[in-house]
């Protein structure tokens, strides 16, 4: 076996963890759940989230794998054998949500390069509303195979950046953040200020921040808080293991993880004053919407060509607003692969580059389906069940696991292991894992199951037919959940040709 990757510096694994958990939903779902719920209202609620909840849980993965040295498959198997499977359903979601995520990444970089359209759409709403619908041909439906010739290019273009980004694990992943990190930080800040201003900016910024404490009474507000703090700080992915295991056990866990969620909030809020901003500055504030998809490519574009009168000046901007995006999506994108494959090599004691590669060629011929006029119905479909009941379900399990069958001192020895200003204590970190997140994990589980049943009558879109739902949704769950047993009969096989599996034991 290759000696383990190791992160170069603390401050390169900082930043590869805030790399992967800020990510496109920080740009566009965050403003857009702040726009629903009460602007202020909002950011007190997932404030609460982050500390009871998404802190305690991200310390938790990358403690654990940096005690066992291993991705998410193996360390779970660590923590109790009967749990390797929960390890699995959280790698193999993970391979899931890359292989349609890579798409929204080549969506973005398809219209950084047409931003230059926007010079000649100076106030037409729709000719700019319309630009990303006419570059994909989608039909917003489950029919039309065609590809179009130039987001395959695209396409293309974001698998290689990925792999680029990723082929030599850490110590390339440790190089490549250094940038990726902080150049949507300036690009953001460059759109802050021109946002800030504009006339009508102030009545946005405070939609953004005045709280509408009536809106706390609403039930939707705590599940959505709840569910962006889950889905934006990359846990339950296999990403937070695999980058826990290349840790030094020099690291100090507990303020590392402070760190990386606080920091995630922050640039979440520098979105938000982004987004805000520039839709009160151009009389948009009620075409804001929570669907990030529709802010970024329908709705933002149609801002871009209110920012001034100057045609190639809103192009400029334009061009800007999705370099940021690409800066984000990329780290996000190459990470979970690379907690993926981490899992795959530690599981099957393969070369990580070797299953560095095979994982981009199999995600990046499956990501096809998602560039055709039908992929973006697809992608929905996929997307909704791999987040709104995979990713939970994953959730509920490694806090059961780890909270009520582990001995949870020594999991937060782990975390303490070199702390010195600050040291997680036992009635917060154990409250959150035993209790706290799993019960707010299944409340959230259960809305979105009151949901699509008591509510939309068992299905997630009525313009796409059951049949779609359940190959895209409910059979891409089933396997997921299964990948853990499949597994089981694969190895089994393995062993009668020789395959030792490692033993991974909790060594105090």
Known sequence: MEKRSMWSSRFTFILAAVGSAVGLGNAWRF??????????????????????MGIPLLMMEISVARKFRKGAIESMR????????????????????????SVVFAWVILMFLNAGQFASMTGDNAQAGSLFLKLTQTTGLVEGSLIPGEVLVCLLIAWGLIFFCIRNGAKSVGKVVKFTVFAPVVLLLIMAIKGCTMPGAGEGLAKFFIPDFSALS????????????FYSLSIMMAIMFAYGSYLGNDADVAADAMIIAFSDMAISVLSGVVLFSTMGGTGMLGSMTES??????????????????????????????????????????????????AAIADKFHIKPRSVTIAVCAISGLISLLFITQAGLAWLDIVDNWANSVNLIVVGILECVAIGWTFNLRKILAEVNKNAKRFKSPYWWFASSIKFISPVLLTALLAWNMYVLFAKNGGTYNPDYPIWAQIAAGWAVSVLVFASGFIAKLV??????????????????
């Open 31 to 52: 403003p857009g759940l702040a726009n629903k719920h009460g602007g202020g209202a909002f950011l007190l609620v997932y404030l609460f989230a982050l500390v009871v």
């Open 78 to 101: 660590g923590i109790g054998k009967k749990w390797e499977p929960v390890g699995w359903a959280a790698t193999s979601n993970a391979f899931v949500i890359v292989c349609y995520y």
């Open 218 to 229: 609403d039930p939707t507000l705590w599940v959505d808080a709840v569910g962006q703090v």
């Open 292 to 341: 990030g998809i529709g802010t970024a490519f329908i709705v933002y574009p149609q801002a871009i060509v209110n920012l001034t009168d100057i045609g190639w000046l809103n192009a400029v901007f334009g061009a800007i607003f999705y370099l940021m995006l690409i800066t984000l999506a990329i780290d996000s994108a190459f990470s979970i692969v690379e907690g993926v494959s």
């Open 491 to 508: 190895i089994a096989h393995k062993k009668k040709k020789g395959f030792v599996e490692d033993e991974v034991v909790w060594k105090d």
